[in-house]
């Protein structure tokens, strides 16, 4: 009983790592958070003798690492999503257990895809038809952790999406309003204008006298 308590914990620190993974809008912390998660989830399908599911998650964390560099360095991530697919797919026929097995491969393989997404949102979006593939294999597998993770990724990723969204209309909506810099520019402009007059009539009470007004005196003129 302890030890399936402690398989299940195992994939609860997985889950969380997941949950948090999806709050980022940066592609190289959803690789990074999803990398401990799938490194986790790895442990946890070895305790509990799920080997595809092992060698899913063990490709996956070498595939994410890469795709994390690739997109950092603004390369093309469309060779890595075609060696790892087949290297899942070669995997999962290797640690071949029955139908259930073509479940992992093909979740992992739709992560494989969303991963290779330069876009975080795209990467959020894509990766859902994976979520409900490792479901249904979680699920068979008896990992109780393995499917609250995916429920807390869809949640997350819907979470995420709305929070961004709200994000990006509010700045939207800053620049559109009427308080706003275009705003501000015009008073400047209007109250440069008004002062204008006034920087006239000063410079002109500066105006120097004519220089006939400001020779100097001879010596009889001051003393007469």
């Known amino acids: 009983m302890f030890f399936k308590i ?8 997985g889950a969380a790592f997941g949950f948090i993974a999806y709050q980022n809008n940066n592609h190289k912390k959803i690789m990074l958070f999803k990398t401990a998660s799938e490194l986790t989830f790895a442990l946890q399908f070895v ?87 490792w479901i249904v294999y979680d699920a068979i597998c008896l990992s109780a952790a393995g499917v609250l993770t995916e429920i807390f990724t869809v949640a997350s990723i819907t979470i995420a999406e709305i929070r961004f969204r709200k994000k990006k209309a509010e700045k939207e909506s800053a620049k559109k309003s009427p308080d706003g810099d275009e705003s501000g520019e015009k008073f400047s402009r209007a109250a440069e204008s008004t002062a204008m007059p006034f920087r006239e009539e000063k410079a002109a009470d500066e105006t120097p006298l004519p220089y006939k007004n400001q020779t100097k005196k001879s010596p009889r003129e001051r003393f007469p």
């Open 47 to 133: 305790l509990l003798r799920a080997y595809t599911g092992v060698a899913m998650n063990l490709i996956g964390c070498a595939r994410n690492l890469v795709f994390a560099d690739r997109v950092k360095k603004g390369k093309s991530t469309a060779a890595g999503i075609a060696v790892f697919s087949l290297m899942m797919a070669a995997a999962g026929a290797l640690t071949w257990v029955g139908p259930v097995s073509l479940l992992a491969i093909l979740g992992k393989i739709a992560s494989t895809l969303a991963y290779g997404m330069k876009s975080p949102k795209l990467v959020r979006l894509l990766t859902l038809p994976s979520s409900a593939l």
């Open 6 to 13: 402690c398989v299940q914990f195992i994939g609860f620190i």
